[in-house]
């Protein structure tokens, strides 16, 4: 049996190697080769060097523990559902000629990914995001004053790209939207001034593309990044007025 420890190969003596990582904390490569059979693995040690006995018994461990962390959510025919919260969400809303700025909180997506390859996916995903103006749900009372409310629910379908061993996903896509841009007028704070109703609803579905980053923490917490412009526009017609948002997102993969 011979072992390749990141560039280095050596040549074990009766399934055993002793081996001392040279730097403190450094994450190893250790590819374990014999007959038809290879093995990968990741060693990890602690803060201070560790030797690692290599026996049969604890190749067979070792292999098959990071067989299952790697495989388990990625893998050719492997789905996944998955369930983000959109946390951080920023608006760029356009109607007519008008068009405004905006960010806020809150949000739910739900999806599917469905692996095609060891390293590829599609995701389907159905999300709602808004610009709740705190970070955690309240009742809020407005008074009096004018505010902004965006929100936008999407469908999304992405191809995706794992990589660094499966932590990092990058994707791309297409997307359907229905957007809502309202302006709310509470009224004025002094009842004695005179109030003209500032009031508006601007409702519109768009179409466009989707970019997806996720970065896969062990077991099946992620966080990630969608960018989603929206170019075309059905709102009294077809018009190409450019709209996006832009999530940050906390989530979990479930295996199905």
């Known amino acids: 049996m ?24 450094e994450t190893v490569t250790l ?11 990741l060693l990890t040690p602690s803060s201070r060097n560790i030797r690692f006995n290599l026996t049969d018994r604890k190749i067979e461990k070792l292999s098959r523990n990071n067989h299952l962390h790697n495989t388990f959510y990625a893998h050719r025919g492997v789905v996944n559902f998955q369930l983000g919260f959109p946390y951080v969400n920023l608006f760029r ?20 990914d469905c692996f ?24 809020v009372d407005f008074g009096s004053g004018v ?3 965006h929100g936008s629910l999407y469908v999304a379908v992405s191809n995706n790209h794992m990589l660094l061993r499966n932590r990092l996903s990058l994707g791309y896509g297409l997307c359907f939207s229905h957007d809502t841009w ?15 109703d500032a009031s508006a609803d601007r409702r519109s579905n768009s179409l466009g593309l989707v970019f997806r980053c996720h970065y896969y923490t062990r077991g099946t917490f992620h966080v990630g990044l969608s960018y989603r412009p929206t170019f075309v526009q059905f709102a009294n017609g077809t018009r190409y007025k450019y ?14």
């Open 2 to 25: 011979k072992a390749v420890i990141d560039t280095d190969t050596m040549r074990l003596q009766k399934d055993e190697l002793n081996f001392i990582p040279m730097k403190p904390g």
């Open 31 to 41: 590819v374990l080769i014999r007959d038809l059979q290879t093995d990968t693995n």
């Open 93 to 112: 809303s356009a109607y007519g000629n008008e068009s405004r700025s905006g960010g806020g909180f809150m949000g739910i997506a739900l999806g599917v």
């Open 116 to 139: 095609y390859t060891n390293s590829l996916f599609l995701n389907v995903t159905g999300c709602g995001i808004m610009n709740f103006m705190l970070p955690f749900p309240a009742m």
């Open 147 to 149: 505010e902004e409310y």
């Open 182 to 196: 309202n302006t709310v007028d509470y009224g004025p704070k002094d009842d004695t001034e005179p109030w003209q």
């Open 243 to 256: 709209q996006h948002t832009a999530s940050i997102e906390l989530g979990f993969r479930i295996r199905l």
